[in-house]
C-alpha cells in the first residue's frame, strides 16, 4: 500500500487534511509521494507557509471557529506535519513542472527545502503505479 | 525489557500516534510503551498501528478524559527499525 497525493488547492483549510493524510501514512509505514501543483505550489515557495493563508469564501462565516479550534487544541501547522512525516517515513514531495515554468522558478533551490524535485505530470503518474491517489 | 511511558496528553490527531513512533523507534522488542493520550481517535488508531506493524496491544484503559493504552514491543526487525 502506498499513497500519491495531488495537492492542487492554495486555501490554509485543505493544507489541513494534507497534513493530517501525510503524517498519518508515515505513521504507519505508509509510503507517500505528493505532488504540488495549481495555487497549492504558492505555499512550497520559500517562505512560502506565509501565502496559505486564506480561507474559502463560502466558509467564511465558519473560519474563525475553525481558526479557533485549531488554535485551542494546539494542532501542529500542516508544514510541521509535513516535516515530521518527512522525518518519521517515507515521504517525497515532488513540484509540478508546468506550474513552476508559470511561476518563473527554474529549480528547485527556488523552492522550500522540503521540495525534493521538480518533475513532470508522466513522472508522477508513472510513479504512482498502483497508488491510491488522492486529490486535494 | 523496560516501560517507556510517552506523555502525548494534549495533542490531537494524529499527534498521540506519531509520539509513540518516535518512542518506538527507539524501543527493543520485548519492551512496553504506555502511551498517555486525551484525544480520543487514539482508542481506533492504536488498534490500527498495532495490527499493521504487528505489535501486541495490551489494553486500553481510560481515566478522567486521559486514555492509556499499552503496547507491547514484538515485532521489530532490529533496535532501530521503524
Not at chain 1, 490554509?12 to 508515515?26: H, M, R
Not at chain 2, 499527534?15 to 502511551?35: C, F, H, M, Q
Not at chain 2, 495490527?51 to 481510560?62: A, F, H, M, P, Y
Amino acid at each position: 500500500m502506498a499513497l500519491s497525493i495531488i495537492m492542487f488547492s492554495g486555501t490554509a483549510d485543505k493544507f489541513i487534511p494534507l497534513g493530517v493524510l501525510t503524517q498519518t501514512a508515515a505513521n504507519l509505514g505508509v509510503p507517500v509521494s505528493i505532488f504540488v501543483t495549481g495555487w497549492a505550489l504558492a505555499g512550497f515557495l520559500k517562505d512560502g507557509q506565509k501565502n496559505v493563508n486564506r480561507m474559502p469564501v463560502e466558509f467564511a462565516d465558519m473560519v474563525p471557529m475553525l481558526e479557533k479550534g485549531m488554535h485551542d487544541i494546539k494542532a501542529p501547522s500542516w508544514y510541521e506535519m509535513l516535516k515530521s512525516a518527512k522525518e518519521i517515513g517515507d515521504v517525497k514531495i515532488y513540484a509540478c513542472s508546468l506550474m513552476t515554468e508559470i511561476f518563473k522558478i527554474k529549480s528547485k533551490e527556488q523552492l522550500d527545502g522540503i521540495v525534493d524535485d521538480i518533475v513532470g505530470a508522466a513522472s508522477f503518474m508513472q510513479q504512482s503505479g498502483q497508488n491510491q491517489i488522492i486529490f486535494i | 525489557m523496560t516501560t517507556i511511558t510517552v506523555d502525548s496528553r494534549g495533542t490531537a490527531c494524529p499527534g498521540p500516534i506519531t509520539d509513540l513512533i518516535r518512542a518506538y523507534r527507539k524501543a527493543a522488542n520485548g519492551d512496553v510503551i504506555e502511551l498517555l493520550a486525551t484525544d480520543v481517535g487514539i482508542k481506533s488508531d492504536a488498534k490500527a498501528w498495532c495490527d499493521r506493524t504487528k505489535n501486541e496491544l495490551v489494553n486500553i484503559t481510560e481515566s478522567d478524559g486521559t486514555y492509556k493504552t499499552v503496547i507491547k514491543i514484538v515485532s521489530k526487525r532490529e533496535n532501530r527499525d521503524t
